[in-house]
């Protein structure tokens, strides 16, 4: 399996050598050259499996540069109960993603983020860790990942990192702008290969460091900088996998078709719902759900996308969705126009010079339908609702990303057709909201409990990217 770019200029690559990079050389982003098809006979095998041994058989028709008792080791390691352990009383562990019903057998929750850090992203990035660490070692190299984050990207990062050989995370985030759990999720880490650095600024600053310690080329290098952003491919490969999981488990037979309602930001979790569908899997609609931030909403309902200002994103009560141009959404355009790298590019360069651009009326909009996707967009009086709806009416407290998914999955079921929601967070993690709409504060996994009281490890620095750039250099040997 080769890799091509969306924009259609850089040479084809092996998994192995595009999992530690991150934009391919000409500006666009890796995908299969072509989708690897899933028969029917497959679906039937595949029915029952375990979740790491499913993944195997699923990333191996995408892998074909790591031996295959490697990469099922790789998985058997990387999806075990005890990384994700923090189901839902009653709900199976080993299930990894266990369907949480609402309404029996028609609409439930997908649970992705019962990992160590409560959201979504450790499905994904759990993999990574393992994948790079193998990767590393079998080419004797080292990497240093620099981030930023605003909560859910950096400790799901820090996660997956933790002790992994060759692998050093430093990872920047804005002073006194995270919830207390936030910052003891990430800080209470002791691993000697984990560097939080507190910037004294807010987030786009943050942002801003790494930008410009990543634009010198030369200091990149000579530290092997790397990064695990939402556009990596292995993250968006490892995420196909629960979507068959989840068909598995809201269907009887390979006979019937499901819906996934998507809580979307940068359009890297549905993108590997799309890659699924493409793979063959019966997947009715893609039910895409945004915040205020509704980039892709209005994307889908006008074929409008126009990418905001960072001044024109709305800090939400879903702040994980704020976002103002949807990274990974390059790779589902590329297929809508029919793989044609030049288009993608004549579109993007409008794109990056703070244009949009318009489908409606082209030929490419013709086949939109054939691609299962439906949209709706969320307010903080929307999730507020939800939260309390879903409450009174199962029993069952969500987190208010998850809400937004509910909430515009409630507006697309079809008769006959299983809705799954996929649950990208924890109500845990979001407190204060939870607490705005019940009056209550929501359960928290009981390993959880103290984190606040443990002992924290953090570098406090101003947002200056020269002292970054300096405390990288004093601590990569
Ligand atoms: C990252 C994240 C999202 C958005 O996912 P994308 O892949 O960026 O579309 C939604 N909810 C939560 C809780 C997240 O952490």
Request: net charge negative; hydrophobic share 40%; glycine share 8%.
């Amino acid at each position: 399996m080769r890799y091509i770019s969306t924009r259609g200029r850089s040479p084809a690559q092996s998994f192995c050598d595009i999992l530690l990079g991150g934009l391919a050389p000409d500006g666009g982003l890796y995908l299969p050259e072509a989708y690897p098809q899933v028969s029917r006979a497959d679906l039937d095998e595949w029915r029952g499996l375990s979740y790491a041994e499913l993944a195997f058989r699923i990333l191996s028709r995408f892998i074909d540069d790591i031996p295959a008792d490697d990469l099922r080791a790789l998985c058997e390691k990387t999806y075990t109960a005890e990384v994700y352990c923090h189901a839902r009383e009653g709900d199976d562990p080993a299930e990894i993603t266990p369907v949480r019903w609402l309404e029996d057998g028609s609409l439930g929750l997908l649970e992705l983020s019962n990992g160590p850090t409560l959201a979504f992203k450790d499905m994904a990035m759990q993999l990574l860790g393992n994948l790079f660490e193998y990767v590393l070692a079998a080419r004797g190299e080292t990497i240093n990942i620099l981030g930023a984050t605003s909560g859910d990207t950096g400790s799901a990062a820090e996660y997956a990192m933790r002790g992994k050989h060759g692998v050093r995370v430093f990872m920047l985030s804005p002073h006194g702008r995270m919830s207390a759990f936030q910052r003891a999720q990430m800080y209470s880490l002791q691993d000697d290969n984990i560097y939080n650095i507190s910037v004294r600024g807010m987030f786009d600053d943050a942002q801003d460091i790494v930008k410009a310690v990543s634009n010198d080329h030369a200091f990149k290098a000579r530290h092997k900088i790397g990064a695990v952003n939402s556009i990596n491919w292995g993250r968006v490969a490892a995420q196909i996998v629960y979507y068959f999981k989840g068909y598995f488990a809201a269907t009887a037979s390979n006979d019937q078709t499901v819906a996934f309602a998507v809580p979307s930001g940068n359009f890297g979790n549905i993108c590997a719902g799309h890659i699924a569908r493409m793979m063959g899997l019966p997947i009715e609609r893609l039910v895409l759900a945004t915040n205020e931030n509704d980039v892709l909403d209005e994307f889908f309902r006008t074929g409008t996308y126009r990418p905001r200002a960072t001044a024109e994103t709305h800090a939400t009560s879903s702040p994980s969705m704020d976002i103002s141009k949807a990274s990974n959404f390059e790779r589902f355009v590329f297929d809508l126009v029919g793989r044609d790298g030049q288009v993608v590019s004549e579109l993007w360069s409008g794109v990056e010079q703070g244009g949009s651009f318009d489908l409606m009326g082209s030929q490419y909009w013709a086949c939109i339908d054939d691609y299962g996707f439906i949209s709706g967009s969320s307010s903080h009086a929307d999730r507020l609702a939800t939260i309390r709806q879903c409450d009174e009416r199962y029993g069952v407290v969500i987190d208010t990303h998850t809400a937004d998914g509910l909430k515009v999955a409630l507006e697309h079921r079809l008769d006959g057709v299983p809705m799954l929601v996929l649950e990208t967070a924890l109500p845990a993690k979001f407190e204060e909201t939870i607490r705005e709409a019940l009056g209550r504060r929501p359960d928290r996994p009981a390993d959880l409990a103290d984190i606040e009281s443990l002992p924290q490890r953090v570098e406090v620095m101003d947002a200056d990217a020269a002292a970054v750039r300096a405390f990288i250099e004093a601590h990569c040997a």
